[in-house]
């Protein structure tokens, strides 16, 4: 079956780092997304990962590991504007190419 | 280039009544995907369309339907409405056939059942 499994909710301190994990199993995964959030707006791309390592982007890197069906999103010198949920999807070729979302993970930022 | 655009941003329907939603996507695009979102929940999966064919759908009853137009817009369409289909609904729209490139959510309509 498909199943993705994110953490539901996590606190980090403004200026620290933070990573948030992603695991899957799907039978014909062929990529994995990461999306952020805001409350009441709508999800906005931030990574896509297809092959395993790390890719990184400002202050964001996303990390993949098909072996073992695992992902994770580090953000770095955390901010105020960082608070928002964070979801992971999977694409599996299987299913027609469709995306399996996780149920996101909400992100608090203290000051 | 102009974003996805989804109608109406807000709406309130009554309990029985239907409802049509619309979504316009990134003009060049062929793919739209549905999705339904409610508090604290994840995005779950209605159906998408890509060039006017249905090619996947998720796990909701026959009362949600949509529809794809050959200039790839899209509308979704709920019969008979529940307390429990409140929620936002969101449409994302993708350029490929095999999601391997970004989707651009639109900012979604937000029906409200009394």
């Known amino acids: 079956g498909q199943n993705i499994d994110q953490p539901t909710e996590m606190t980090a301190t403004e200026g620290a780092i933070v990573q948030i994990n992603c695991t899957y199993q799907t039978s014909g995964f062929n990529g994995l997304f990461w999306y952020q959030q805001h409350a009441g707006e709508a999800p906005t791309f931030l990574s896509y990962?297809?092959l395993d390592g790390l890719e990184e982007k400002g202050r964001f890197s996303s990390f993949l590991s098909r072996s073992k069906g695992y992902s994770y999103l580090l953000l770095k010198e955390l901010q105020m504007k960082d608070s928002a949920s964070y979801l992971c999807?999977?694409?599996?070729?299987?299913?027609?190419?469709?995306?399996?979302w996780g149920a996101g993970t909400k992100l608090i930022i203290k000051p | 280039k102009a974003g996805v655009t989804q109608t109406p941003r807000y709406l309130i329907k009554t309990r029985g009544q239907q409802v049509t939603l619309s979504c316009s996507p990134i003009s060049g695009h062929r793919s739209v995907s549905w999705y339904q979102q409610t508090p604290g929940q994840g995005l779950q999966f209605l159906f998408e369309y890509f060039s006017e064919t249905q090619r996947n759908k998720g796990n909701f009853p026959g009362r949600f339907s949509g529809r794809q137009f050959s200039n790839s817009r899209s509308e979704m369409n709920v019969s008979t409405l529940e307390l429990g289909d409140s929620a936002l609904y969101l449409c994302?729209?993708?350029?490929?056939?095999?999601?391997?490139?970004?989707?651009?959510f639109g900012e979604g309509s937000r029906l409200t059942v009394l």
């Open positions: 990962n297809v």
């Open positions: 999807a999977v694409v599996d070729m299987d299913s027609n190419y469709q995306l399996i």
């Open positions: 994302a729209s993708g350029q490929g056939e095999e999601n391997i490139g970004e989707l651009f």
